[in-house]
């Protein structure tokens, strides 16, 4: 069984950082992908960044030059590395997994594609 938890939100000001963790369990194929996506209440679910089993990775244009994505093999483990936080990045975020032979060449945010997904964590921004 699949499993993917994800830890690290809070509540910080704007201008800081948080560390995201996205632990994966449940699964043997070394092919994958994982990504985290937002969403905001009311509003839908948009993608934020994504990397592959080989490092790939791929961002959203409104975080690729404050956040980082990353994995610890050795922990199966992702992590969203936030900086420069901003009040509009305030949102439930959720990491998913993309199990097996890709079906979208590299990475990727595409949430059609992800059929595992964490229960969240808030992060929140204020000004």
């Known amino acids: 069984q699949v499993q993917l938890v994800e830890s690290g939100g809070g509540s910080v000001q704007a201008g800081g950082s948080l560390r995201l963790s996205c632990t994966t369990s449940g699964y043997t194929d070394s092919r994958y992908r994982i990504g985290w996506f937002r969403q905001c209440p009311g509003e839908e679910r948009e993608g934020v960044a994504g990397?592959?089993?080989?490092?790939?990775?791929t961002y959203a244009d409104d975080v690729k030059d404050r956040f980082t994505i990353s994995q610890d093999k050795a922990k199966s483990t992702v992590y969203l590395h936030m900086n420069s936080l901003k009040p509009e990045d305030t949102a439930m975020y959720y990491c998913a997994a993309d199990i097996g032979a890709p079906r979208v060449p590299g990475a990727h945010v595409i949430a059609y594609y992800y059929n595992y997904w964490g229960q969240g964590t808030q992060v929140t921004v204020s000004s």
């Open positions: 990397i592959t089993n080989d490092g790939f990775t």
